[in-house]
């Protein structure tokens, strides 16, 4: 448990400290590229000699990005684009920001104006996204992105480079989703707010370091003895958990995550990118085969059903969508999979949160409350 233990502080120290490994990766003389969300082609910054850099807004208060977005934008967006005016980001050498949602389109013309000294590189996927006019549209996207970035690192990105980077995200997409089953048969060992940490710590250093990490920390669950599963099985779904405050919650709660469908989390390593011999069009297929996320061309709402199917893999007792305040995507969402959830007699409580909240008593009562209806019904 000592090795457990000190390889999950280092993960939370990482996640909770992303300037500071951005100066160390500066400080090595690597260049870094802003990755925002979603599904970002970060394989090719890898594949310029660079280093992405996951960007998903944090916990903080905003002030001056409210001179560019309504009130009415979800905190990922608003808090971005605050740290980026105050210098936050600093030293990046540019930022990767796709049109995935109606306030990602805005983002891009605010960021250029709010932060002029790091350049923007737009990223646009086919909605369409397996049709092969979709599949088309999107290498080409990433052909011209590729181009964007081979410029930045100054040299030539090559097939061979892209494959070689394929490689390494699908070796830390592999690790993840083994360490994501390894916690969720120790929940003794890993707290939601210690997932979460693991997960966002590869957002912030090499994918190749993160992975060695991961698979140290999956290797030591692995050998730990088979533990008492008396905790409340839940599954997450929504853009991003990563609330320390609700998460806190949980663990008081005796609750722990037997599996996610979080953008943040699965969504980004539940596919691997298809090994093809044109690399780009093994990426614009992976972006094809990712359901369930709200943010991508979902016609019949099946992820809804894929939920279900989940909760009901991982013998959930319950699900739990974390609403993200203003997220229109997750909002449209909401009944579709309330009402597959009910008729699959899956118990479902939604919570909303925003990087800028400083109470949870509300979620705190929502749960305990959650918490005691999914007891009495195991008994
Ligand atoms: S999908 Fe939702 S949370 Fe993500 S950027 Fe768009 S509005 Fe914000």
Redesign the pocket.
């Known amino acids: 448990m000592h090795n457990i233990n000190s390889l999950l502080s280092e993960f939370e120290n990482i996640a909770s400290n992303p300037r500071k490994q951005l100066d160390k990766i500066l400080s090595e003389g690597k260049k870094a590229i802003g990755v925002m969300?979603?599904l970002c082609p970060e394989e090719l910054v890898l594949a310029a000699g660079m280093v992405p850099f996951g960007i998903w807004g944090a916990e903080t208060q905003v002030s001056e990005a409210k001179r560019y977005f309504p009130a009415f934008i979800?905190s990922?967006?608003q808090t971005t684009l605050e740290l980026g005016i105050r210098g936050a980001y600093d030293g990046l050498s540019a930022i990767m920001i796709p049109f995935?949602?109606d306030?990602?389109k805005c983002m891009g013309t605010n960021w250029k104006y709010g932060v002029k000294t790091i350049p923007v590189i737009d990223v646009a996927y086919a909605q369409n996204r397996s049709s092969q006019a979709g599949i088309e549209f999107s290498v080409s996207q990433f052909k011209k992105i590729a181009g964007s970035l081979a410029q930045i690192a100054q040299r030539e990105i090559s097939s061979e480079d892209v494959k070689e980077a394929i490689l390494v995200y699908n070796r830390n997409r592999a690790a993840l989703r083994a360490f994501s089953k390894a916690a969720a048969q120790h929940p003794e060992a890993v707290r939601p707010g210690q997932r979460c940490d693991v997960i966002k710590a590869g957002y912030f250093m090499p994918r190749d370091e993160h992975t060695a990490l991961v698979e140290k920390l999956t290797a030591a669950l692995d050998s730990l003895p088979p533990a008492k599963q008396d905790c409340l099985r839940i599954v997450t779904t929504g853009?991003i958990a990563d609330s320390p405050a609700l998460l806190k919650i949980l663990a008081e709660n005796n609750m722990c995550i037997a599996d996610d469908q979080i953008a943040h989390e699965s969504i980004f390593f539940r596919e691997d990118t298809p090994l093809t011999d044109d690399p780009y069009v093994g990426m614009a297929r992976r972006i094809g085969n990712i359901q369930g996320c709200?943010?991508l061309f979902d016609p019949g709402k099946k992820r809804a059903a894929m939920l279900a199917s989940l909760a009901k893999e991982a013998q959930a007792d319950g699900v739990l969508y974390i609403q993200?305040k203003?997220?229109?995507?997750?909002e449209f969402d909401y009944v579709p999979v309330k009402k597959v959830m009910h008729s699959a007699g899956i118990p479902m409580l939604m919570v909303e949160v925003d990087q800028q909240m400083s109470s949870f008593e509300q979620a705190r009562s929502a749960v305990e409350t959650f918490a005691e209806i999914l007891r009495q019904k195991r008994l």
């Open positions: 969300p979603y979800c990922i967006l995935a949602c306030s990602l853009i709200s943010i993200t203003f997220c229109d995507p997750e």
